[in-house]
Every structure is written in structure tokens, then in C-alpha cells.
T-cell receptor
């Protein structure tokens, strides 16, 4: 059981470049989300989705786009990378958003550096 | 709006001693509360949760947490610390009475257990 898979594990971008961070889960979870982790700031929610075709903004959505065309995949797009987006990005999924109380399952993260 | 505070960036404890990692929260409705642990270069792993019922919740690896509604706190505890407990710990909250599905994390507390 693979769980939540994130690719790539590491990425270096130049300012202004675009890229997509991939996230896939094989647990048929309805809820998926993206967080960024920065020293001293913990995890901050970027975007989340409660099901295919539905997305919403989190705490820090600016500079990021998402889409949810299938239950399994939830890619995060950086259209024009900035040094402030240097961070570790985590994707997480949850079985049912309506139950509210099931734990999140996290991927192992993508470490992004923007120069 | 939801928020979580972890007032201590780092907690240092001698092996065998009891440990406490503090967490306070703010939500409009009733809280669902969670603790997660992160080991180096890995995603977060679920430790325990409070949904309703007993204020003392038991979780993985001998950890427990005490919910205190009047103090809006959910402190993580363990009677006897192990060196292997050294990691980064995150408290998280979700508003149980809200249709929104956001899970908000605290800034994290680094737990260091010395032999």
C-alpha cells in the first residue's frame, strides 16, 4: 500500500520558472491538501480539496494553483516561482472530510529551492 | 478563525523523566484536536486525537494528551521519555461545528531527550 506519494523529492528552480508538484494517493480518500513547512512557522495550509472537481484556498494560497480532476491526484502548480516559495511541501489526504475526525496521511515531502 | 499555539520551540528532557509538550487552541465551535510527530526527512505521522468523551486520550508509542476545555488546551504527555521520542511535534485543530474542512497546525515543538 503506497499511501500518499509525492514527486519529485527535491527540486531547484530559478525565479520565474514554473513547475508542478505531484501528489497521488491510492487509498480512495476524498480529502486532499497541500501544506508548506517553514522553520518556526510550522505547517501552513495552501489549498485543499474535499473531492474531485472541488478545491478551496487555505491560509497561504497566493502564487499557487491546484486542480482535482480525479480522486487520486492533486497537483500543486507554481506558475512563476519566487524565492519566498523556497520551502518543504507536504501533501496530505483524509478518508472523508465530512467525518472531520479521521487523521491525515502525509507524503514524505518535496524540498523546493528557488534561486 | 481557527488557530493553534505551541508556546515552546524546544523542550529538553532527560531520559526516564516525564515530558509535556504544550498546545492551546482557538475555534468557534467544538474542537477536534490532533497530535502528529515528524522524524527527520519524513512526513508527519498521526499520534492521537480528541473528538469527544474522556478528556485523557491515549495514543501511539505511550503518548497521551489531556483536553482541557476551560483552558482551551491539549497538552501532550508521556510518563517516561525515551531517546527515540526525540522529534518534532505538531498540534492541530479542526472546528467540529463548521462545514469547512480546514485542519490548522501549530508551529511545532522540537522535543530533545538526552540519555
Amino acid at each position: 500500500n503506497a499511501g500518499v506519494t509525492q514527486t519529485p523529492k527535491f527540486q531547484v528552480l530559478k525565479t520565474g520558472q514554473s513547475m508542478t508538484l505531484q501528489c497521488a494517493q491510492d487509498m480512495n480518500h476524498e480529502y486532499m491538501s497541500w501544506y508548506r513547512q517553514d522553520p518556526g512557522m510550522g505547517l501552513r495550509l495552501i489549498h485543499y480539496s474535499v473531492g474531485a472537481g472541488i478545491t478551496d484556498q487555505g491560509e497561504v494560497p497566493n502564487g499557487y494553483n491546484v486542480s482535482r480532476s480525479t480522486t487520486e491526484d492533486f497537483p500543486l502548480r507554481l506558475l512563476s516561482a519566487a524565492p519566498s516559495q523556497t520551502s518543504v511541501y507536504f501533501c496530505a489526504s483524509q478518508k472523508e472530510p465530512s467525518s472531520y475526525n479521521s487523521p491525515l496521511h502525509f507524503g514524505n515531502g518535496t524540498r523546493l529551492t528557488v534561486t | 478563525a481557527q488557530s493553534v499555539a505551541q508556546p515552546e520551540d524546544q523542550v529538553n528532557v532527560a531520559e526516564g523523566n516525564p515530558l509535556t509538550v504544550k498546545c492551546t487552541y482557538s475555534v468557534s465551535g467544538n474542537p477536534y484536536l490532533f497530535w502528529y510527530v515528524q522524524y527527520p526527512n519524513r512526513g508527519l505521522q498521526f499520534l492521537l486525537k480528541y473528538i469527544t468523551g474522556d478528556n485523557l486520550v491515549k495514543g501511539s508509542y505511550g503518548f497521551e494528551a489531556e483536553f482541557n476545555k476551560s483552558q482551551t488546551s491539549f497538552h501532550l504527555k508521556k510518563p517516561s521519555a525515551l531517546v527515540s521520542d526525540s522529534a518534532l511535534y505538531f498540534c492541530a485543530v479542526r472546528d467540529a461545528d463548521s462545514s469547512a474542512s480546514k485542519i490548522i497546525f501549530g508551529s511545532g515543538t522540537r522535543l530533545s531527550i538526552r540519555p
